[in-house]
């Protein structure tokens, strides 16, 4: 008969007090009898995620992870310790942008040691904005992920091998969103290697990979598939997420498919939805004010709202601000505007591919813009003109103190090709609960 003592005193010497409780857990987890279940061999989780089947979803089912009430209370009280000490799990942030998806890392607890974005103008605004976060590709830094190695990434953000709980990368989906022209020799299409490649070299305990739904389609699901297997090689178990921003809390349809992938004892389940109803377009954007530069004028000069918020998403946008910057409009030809005066909602302008968005429904998705499929900027519901880049911001649930280039196009270049911040928090969060698990 196997008899285990757990005497605090012989531990407190040379365990520290979250390191003791972190032991105990495990001390349990082994003594402790504990249910097994018996998997199915496994399909491919994009042909899982593509069969349709009664109740909940492949992607979508918890496992069960064995314990009892004692061992979970263990687990809450040291998760809560780690609250209370500040101690915030490591993430990396691959494919960065102007970011998105760092903004929502951030606010899901994470702390983000290091970008890497290769546009030298994203790389600005995200240093901007995160100013302590460590960005390779401003300021003469190498930002291609294909000339940086895991260890000068650790480097640049101060960290050592195993330090990071999180990998994260967003890959270019020119070629394979609907949208754009799908090439098969579109060199950017491999960048997702680079991804598998740090996560042999970083070792992270969970990675997520963002990308377009065209990704489930493009060569029949080859490329999803190949990154699902080249995880589970590298020891990531895996699950498909297929999300839609408008249900979490952003004004604005946005599909997006995330590779999840963990080391821990279980699969995370996918954010929950919002039970309240879809943000809709004028109530997100109608405090927001809107002017018109001076001839000769450049830049973007913050100027005070225009109403109080008309919903608890304005509020949260705004905060405390009185000002808020980037909200020139664009000048536009009479012909135009008179194009744009016989939109009704939702009402398409088929020769220059302008649409005039709904009030009361989210904004279908924005773009970076392909004008040979659809306009980069949509009208705005009442006035005659496209949207500012602070109403394309707020939709994209960028908060008013996020700061864009005075330059439009690139402002809007950068929005249409980010991760709303939302949407990347709901993600994060649910990944979160299974990190402090281990």
């Given at each position: 008969?196997?008899?285990?003592?757990?005497?605090?005193?012989?531990?407190?010497?040379?365990?520290?007090?979250?390191?003791?409780?972190?032991?105990?857990?495990?001390?349990?987890?082994?003594?402790?009898?504990?249910?097994?279940?018996?998997?199915?061999?496994?399909?491919?989780?994009?042909?899982?995620?593509?069969?349709?089947?009664?109740?909940?979803?492949?992607?979508?089912?918890?496992?069960?992870?064995?314990?009892?009430?004692?061992?979970?209370?263990?687990?809450?009280?040291?998760?809560?310790?780690?609250?209370?000490?500040?101690?915030?799990?490591?993430?990396?942030?691959?494919?960065?942008?102007?970011?998105?998806?760092?903004?929502?890392?951030?606010?899901?607890?994470?702390?983000?040691?290091?970008?890497?974005?290769?546009?030298p103008y994203k790389a600005q605004t995200l240093a901007i904005n995160h100013p302590k976060t460590s960005v390779l590709g401003r300021a003469g830094?190498?930002?291609?992920?294909?000339?940086?190695?895991?260890?000068?990434?650790?480097?640049?953000?101060?960290?050592?091998?195993?330090?990071?709980?999180?990998?994260?990368?967003?890959?270019?989906?020119?070629?394979?969103?609907?949208?754009?022209?799908?090439?098969?020799?579109?060199?950017?299409?491999?960048?997702?290697?680079?991804?598998?490649?740090?996560?042999?070299?970083?070792?992270?305990?969970?990675?997520?990979?963002?990308?377009?739904?065209?990704?489930?389609?493009?060569?029949?699901?080859?490329?999803?598939?190949?990154?699902?297997?080249?995880?589970?090689?590298?020891?990531?178990?895996?699950?498909?997420?297929?999300?839609?921003?408008?249900?979490?809390?952003?004004p604005q349809i946005r599909k997006r498919i995330f590779v999840v992938g963990t080391t821990a004892h279980r699969l995370p389940s996918p954010p929950?939805?919002?039970?309240?109803?879809?943000?809709?377009?004028?109530?997100?954007?109608?405090?927001?004010?809107?002017?018109?530069?001076?001839?000769?004028?450049?830049?973007?000069?913050?100027?005070?709202?225009?109403?109080?918020?008309?919903?608890?998403?304005?509020?949260?946008?705004?905060?405390?601000?009185?000002?808020?910057?980037?909200?020139?409009?664009?000048?536009?030809?009479?012909?135009?505007?008179?194009?744009?005066?016989?939109?009704?909602?939702?009402?398409?302008?088929?020769?220059?591919?302008?649409?005039?968005?709904?009030?009361?429904?989210?904004?279908?998705?924005l773009t970076a813009g392909s004008r040979s499929r659809t306009a980069c900027r949509p009208v705005h519901p009442y006035a005659d003109r496209v949207?500012?880049?602070?109403?394309?911001?707020?939709?994209?649930?960028?908060?008013?103190?996020?700061?864009?280039?005075?330059?439009?196009?690139?402002?809007?270049?950068?929005?249409?090709?980010?991760?709303?911040?939302?949407?990347?928090?709901?993600?994060?969060?649910?990944?979160?609960?299974?990190?402090?698990?281990?």
């Amino acid at each position: 008969m196997l008899v285990c003592k757990a005497d605090r005193s012989q531990f407190i010497s040379p365990l520290s007090e979250g390191d003791f409780l972190a032991y105990l857990v495990k001390v349990i987890r082994v003594i402790r009898p504990c249910r097994r279940r018996m998997f199915a061999p496994r399909k491919s989780p994009l042909s899982q995620w593509k069969q349709k089947s009664r109740g909940r979803s492949a992607y979508s089912e918890r496992a069960e992870r064995p314990g009892t009430s004692s061992s979970k209370g263990l687990i809450r009280s040291f998760r809560n310790r780690r609250r209370s000490e500040n101690l915030k799990p490591i993430a990396v942030d691959l494919f960065s942008g102007a970011g998105g998806t760092c903004l929502g890392l951030r606010r899901a607890g994470f702390e983000v040691r290091a970008a890497v974005e290769i546009d030298p103008y994203k790389a600005q605004t995200l240093a901007i904005n995160h100013p302590k976060t460590s960005v390779l590709g401003r300021a003469g830094t190498n930002g291609d992920v294909r000339r940086i190695s895991g260890s000068y990434l650790l480097g640049a953000g101060e960290m050592n091998a195993g330090d990071v709980e999180l990998l994260v990368a967003c890959p270019p989906c020119q070629g394979f969103s609907l949208q754009g022209n799908r090439d098969p020799q579109d060199e950017r299409n491999a960048l997702y290697l680079e991804f598998i490649r740090l996560v042999g070299e970083i070792k992270p305990k969970s990675v997520v990979m963002e990308n377009v739904m065209g990704i489930t389609s493009f060569e029949e699901g080859a490329v999803l598939d190949d990154v699902v297997r080249r995880l589970e090689a590298a020891g990531y178990a895996s699950v498909i997420w297929p999300l839609d921003a408008a249900n979490y809390g952003v004004p604005q349809i946005r599909k997006r498919i995330f590779v999840v992938g963990t080391t821990a004892h279980r699969l995370p389940s996918p954010p929950r939805k919002k039970k309240s109803v879809r943000v809709g377009v004028w109530e997100a954007i109608r405090d927001l004010p809107a002017r018109a530069n001076a001839k000769g004028e450049g830049g973007t000069t913050p100027i005070p709202y225009r109403f109080e918020p008309a919903s608890s998403y304005a509020r949260k946008m705004r905060g405390a601000r009185r000002e808020v910057a980037n909200c020139e409009i664009t000048h536009h030809a009479p012909f135009l505007k008179a194009r744009f005066s016989k939109l009704h909602w939702k009402e398409r302008d088929e020769p220059t591919r302008h649409r005039r968005l709904h009030p009361k429904e989210p904004a279908p998705t924005l773009t970076a813009g392909s004008r040979s499929r659809t306009a980069c900027r949509p009208v705005h519901p009442y006035a005659d003109r496209v949207l500012t880049v602070r109403e394309a911001a707020r939709l994209t649930s960028f908060p008013d103190w996020y700061r864009f280039p005075s330059n439009t196009a690139e402002a809007w270049s950068q929005i249409g090709n980010c991760v709303p911040p939302l949407m990347a928090e709901a993600v994060f969060r649910s990944l979160l609960s299974t990190i402090d698990f281990e």
